[in-house]
């Protein structure tokens, strides 16, 4: 390794080749697939900020689950993003519980906010390593954070997924 390969950015992981219809929301990492309720945050597990769900995750690379605007990348600290859905879904993924913590240490972002993504574009990645080395949970957290705004969510795959596999339905 030279001098500068420790400041080389990670390259940029190929597209998951996926197709997410309206009202659909797809795993944005590999993994087991939780209720909300299961969540090891409170803010999350409560469903103050919108139904979803956890993963568990297996994988380190958050993909796009739905094509849609980034509205948000939880810049400094690379471990949140939001996106606005074609379909008007407003999602929320958070990497790992209380990683804002971390101030981005082990996170790397792939896309910029106001960005237009199509699903399973690689939005960033993450240590698992280096979350849990930190003392925090790696569980990554789904929320749609307009659900008042839909007539329906639920929750419609639990355990093993790939991300890429529908893991959330709702109607509007």
Do not use: R
């Not at 399973?120 to 957290?141: C, D, Q, R």
Request: aromatic share 6%.
């Amino acid at each position: 390794m030279g001098l500068f390969d420790k400041f080389k950015k990670p390259s940029k992981p190929a597209a998951l080749s996926v197709e997410a219809p309206a009202g659909t929301v797809l795993a944005p990492v590999a993994g087991n697939v939780i209720a909300l309720g299961d969540v090891p945050d409170p803010v999350f597990s409560s469903g103050v900020m919108g139904k979803g769900c956890g993963i568990e995750p297996s994988g380190e690379v958050v993909y796009a689950p739905v094509s849609g605007t980034l509205s948000a990348i939880g810049a400094p600290n690379f471990h949140a993003v939001g996106l606005v859905g074609d379909d008007g879904a407003e999602i929320l993924i958070h990497v790992g519980v209380d990683t804002v913590e971390m101030k981005g240490d082990g996170f790397t972002v792939f896309a910029e906010k106001n960005a237009h993504v199509k699903a399973g574009e690689p939005l960033l990645s993450f240590s698992k390593k280096k979350i849990v080395a930190a003392g925090h949970a790696t569980t990554v957290i789904i929320a749609l954070t307009n659900t008042d705004d839909l007539a329906s969510v639920e929750l419609v795959k639990t355990g093993a997924s790939e991300a890429g596999e529908k893991v959330i339905a709702f109607q509007k």
